[in-house]
C-alpha cells in the first residue's frame, strides 16, 4: 500500500528554520519529479518547490531564496529546508508528485509561524 508520510512542521517564531521530510512508502519515486505543496486555511493547496529526478528545482517568487527542496531517493524521501519563515508561510504543507498521476496525499504536516 502506497503511503505518504510528512513530518518536521510545528510552532515557530518569524524568521526561524524548519526542516520538513517525507518518505513515500510502498512505491519508489526514483523517476519521478517530486513537489512540496501547501494549504492554507481558506486556500487552494498550491505547489512551492518541484525537484526533478535529475535534481532540478524549482520554487515559487513566495519561497524562492528562503526555501531549499532535496531528495535522496536512497531514502524515498523529500526534503524542505525552510528559512526565513514568515507568518504567511503558515499552512499545512504536503509531499507528492509534481506530475498526474498522484498519489495518495498524506496528511500532511502543519507549521505555523507566529510570535
Known amino acids: 500500500q502506497v503511503q505518504i508520510v510528512e513530518s518536521g512542521g510545528g510552532l515557530v517564531q518569524p524568521g526561524g528554520s524548519l526542516r520538513l521530510s517525507c518518505t513515500a512508502r510502498?512505491?519508489?519515486?526514483?523517476?519521478?519529479?517530486m513537489a512540496w505543496y501547501r494549504q492554507a486555511p481558506g486556500n487552494a493547496r498550491e505547489p512551492v518547490a518541484t525537484?526533478?529526478?535529475?535534481?532540478?528545482?524549482n520554487y515559487t517568487d513566495a519561497v524562492k531564496g528562503r526555501y531549499t527542496i532535496y531528495r535522496d531517493n536512497a531514502k524515498r524521501s523529500v526534503y524542505l529546508q525552510m528559512n526565513s519563515l514568515k507568518p504567511d508561510d503558515t499552512a499545512v504543507y504536503y509531499c507528492?508528485?509534481?506530475?498526474?498521476?498522484?498519489?495518495?496525499w498524506g496528511q500532511g504536516t502543519q507549521v505555523i509561524v507566529s510570535s
Open positions: 507528492n508528485r509534481q506530475h498526474f498521476p498522484k498519489l495518495p
Open positions: 525537484i526533478s529526478s535529475g535534481g532540478t528545482t
Open positions: 510502498g512505491t519508489i519515486f526514483t523517476g519521478s519529479s
